[in-house]
């Protein structure tokens, strides 16, 4: 063999152990499934057939003349090279395509049209041995044919489809592709000058080999967006690929699964074994979808995404998640029953962000709400009710209202409860008892309180209050603040920054508290007694708390809820519970206020029973503090 042959076959031969190697890395990691994985394979099989074919025929040229059997040798291995060289460009096209994903959005037509030139080409590859019109051998030299430059030329053409649909996903896929696939094309692209200018240098294969080696690392690799515990894709996966979504406006449906009770497992079982379950569930969703549509974005939520799936067949899925939830799980000798909501969302009308896909994986399920009932415009409106506190607190855009409350024995004006309203630009006012929770979810509520304690504080610093006969005004405290610790000095350094007595001011805590607050509770009340100012005990009646614990607070007021009222209204059994509550709260030595008066028979009602203040709409709703002068007037 000339040794300048030997020198191509070198070239070969390393192009050809490096697409081994990456055929066998491939296969080992058994990351196949993904049509974008195939597309690889098949680049990689190309260029190895290549490989071995230029081999091939860079030994026979050496021979051809020696026998017919070399020569026909010699004429397989070149026709074999363009027959699959052909196909190459194509293929690294289709495999750009699944990368950038917009071969989603592609009709039959469509990738028909676009193959029409590899079909032209092909044909011709195939055709030559009966043909020429790519090659033939003039006295034993290979001579190129008019349908070579066909050949060439739609290669050139898919090359460049390439690179243009690189440019026009920039957006839609990471730093880190950007930068794979950049390098891909300028090896690719320096191989194929490089043996154009310099024919020895057999290079264009190996450094599309090369080229192909760093798409493993960068592209192909997925260890860093893969959960470990179940094989299914990470949150950062999930960021990516809901992106790429967006950024094309493409329409894309979603299911989120969340499971509410996962800690409860733990707890029962003492162990880790979420993961396990976690592992259970994943598989369960492998059998209804491909893996590669998996994500679990946190421990206890997976999204699955429905690309290229009918509406009903989303909902046909959907359903039979939620069967499967109420059926138990099995692991190891064990069987759970997993809690979980499954929402359906559409990208771009629910969720129009990525932060909005975290904002509902995210999200907690609050207890006491109706699983089936959660639909993804429930979830969003948090999400809006979420971003409005957030602008209401850092603009000051509460307001506070008053309410009046009554003596009824003296027949006057006892005082007043402030109660918070927020009024959104975008949505409008918002009921307290709709953002309050929220608020204290995510860490604001104390913001809110401090913002309506200080309003009452400038309040009575007027001296207005007082002068209309009012003997104190009551603020209401989140349980979840008082708790914190250092509660009590937060309050003390904003109060003192006024001129106001303590005993102008009556904080109103919820009855309904954890048994376990109990203690932390009791200490915060005693302490704010301690300090002078007046305590209430909110929502009596609401919640299921342990009377001894509750009483042990020392309150001096405790509002009867308006649900006490009404229910002895409209049965006897509610009378008995109402009386007897307000005689309870006497002997127990705190005064009664019943909430929720709206009628003169409730008062009538009220009076016979012998209650010490009430609040209600019959005096007044809660009202601006300007209207509430008025009403007080
Ligand atoms: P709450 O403390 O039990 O407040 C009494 C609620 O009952 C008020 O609702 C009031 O408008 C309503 N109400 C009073 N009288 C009547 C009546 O005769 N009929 C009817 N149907 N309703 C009546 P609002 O203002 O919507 O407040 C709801 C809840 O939001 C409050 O319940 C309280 O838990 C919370 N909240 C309000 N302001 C604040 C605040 O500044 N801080 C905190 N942490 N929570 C607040
Ligand atoms: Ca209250
Ligand atoms: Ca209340």
């Known amino acids: 063999m000339p040794l300048q042959n030997r020198f191509h076959v070198a070239f070969y031969a390393a192009t050809l152990a490096t697409t081994i190697t990456l055929i066998l890395f491939t296969l080992l990691q058994r990351r196949t499934d993904r049509p974008q994985n195939k597309w690889f394979l098949t680049m990689l ?6 490989a071995i074919s230029n081999i091939g025929s860079s030994v026979m040229v050496g021979y051809a003349e020696e026998s017919p059997f070399y020569f026909t040798l010699l004429k397989i291995f070149h026709n074999t090279y363009f027959i699959f060289h052909t196909i190459l460009c194509p293929v690294l096209y289709c495999y750009v395509l699944n990368v950038t994903g917009s071969i989603r959005r592609w009709s039959n037509l469509r990738k028909i049209i676009v193959a029409v030139p590899f079909f032209v080409t092909e044909f011709f590859a195939l055709v030559n041995p009966l043909t020429n019109w790519v090659f033939y051998y003039d006295n034993y030299v290979f001579r190129r044919n008019w349908a070579e430059y066909f050949i060439y030329g739609a290669a050139a053409l898919y090359f460049i489809l ?27 692209m320096g191989g194929v ?73 733990e707890r029962v079982t003492r162990s880790a074994n979420s993961d396990i379950l976690a592992l259970a569930c994943a598989d369960y969703f492998k059998a209804l979808v491909p893996r590669y549509k998996i994500y679990r ?18 909902l046909k899925i959907s359903e039979m998640i939620k069967d499967r939830f109420l059926k138990s799980w099995r692991i190891f ?9 499954v929402i359906n969302a559409d990208v771009p009308k629910d969720i129009q962000s990525v932060d909005d896909v975290f904002f509902v994986a995210d999200s907690i399920v609050p207890s006491g709400v109706d699983k089936d009932g959660i639909k ?67 860490g604001l509520v104390e913001k809110i309180d401090d913002f309506v304690l200080k309003q009452v504080l400038a309040f009575l610093e007027s001296k207005v209050p007082e002068e209309r006969g009012m003997e104190c005004i009551n603020v209401n405290l989140s349980v979840i603040q008082c708790l914190r610790p250092g509660f009590v000095e937060h309050i003390l350094k904003i109060v003192n920054s006024y001129a106001v007595a303590h005993s102008k001011i009556n904080f109103e805590i919820t009855e309904s508290v954890g048994a376990e607050d109990y203690e932390a509770l009791s200490k915060v009340a005693h302490d704010l007694k301690k300090e002078g100012f007046l305590l209430s005990m909110d929502d009596y009646g609401t919640g299921y708390s342990n009377m001894e614990g509750i009483f042990s607070l020392d309150f001096d007021v405790v509002k009867i809820d308006k649900s006490i009222l009404w229910n002895a209204e409209k049965m006897s059994r509610g009378r008995i519970i109402l009386e007897n509550s307000v005689r309870m709260i006497h002997d127990l030595g705190c005064s009664v206020l019943v909430e929720g008066v709206e009628t003169e028979e409730q008062i009538d009602l009220l009076t016979r029973l012998n209650v010490d203040y009430l609040q209600g709409f019959y005096f007044s709703k ?3 503090k300007d209207r509430f002068l008025e009403v007080i007037a």
């Open 333 to 341: 000798e064990s069987t759970f029953l997993l809690d979980a909501v």
């Open 376 to 442: 993804i415009e429930w979830v969003m409106r948090r999400a809006e009710i979420e971003r409005a506190i957030r602008r209401a607190v850092h603009d000051h855009k509460f307001e506070v209202y008053y309410q009046p409350t009554y003596c009824l024995a003296e027949r006057k004006l006892h005082g007043a409860e402030a109660l918070v309203r927020m009024n959104d630009e975008t949505l409008g006012f918002v009921p307290p008892d709709e953002f309050i929770p929220i608020a204290e979810k995510i």
């Open 162 to 188: 390439s690179v243009v649909e690189l440019f026009t996903s920039w957006y839609a896929i990471t730093v880190r592709r950007r930068i794979a696939m950049t390098y891909f094309f300028a090896l690719a």
């Open 193 to 265: 000058i490089l043996q154009l200018v310099q024919i020895d240098i057999k290079s264009e294969l190996f450094a599309e080999s090369l080229a192909m080696l760093g798409a493993m690392l960068a592209i192909e690799s997925e260890d860093d967006i893969l959960d470990a515990d179940t094989g299914t894709y990470n949150r950062r996966a999930l960021q990516t690929d809901i992106n790429g979504f967006i950024v094309k406006h493409e329409a894309v449906k979603l299911i989120f699964v969340k499971v509410v009770n996962a800690d409860m497992v």
């Open 622 to 624: 809660p009202v601006p």
């Open 297 to 314: 974005p946190n421990p206890e939520n997976f999204v699955l995404i429905c690309d290229g799936y009918r509406e009903d067949d989303v």
């Open 45 to 50: 099989i190309i260029v190895s057939v290549n």
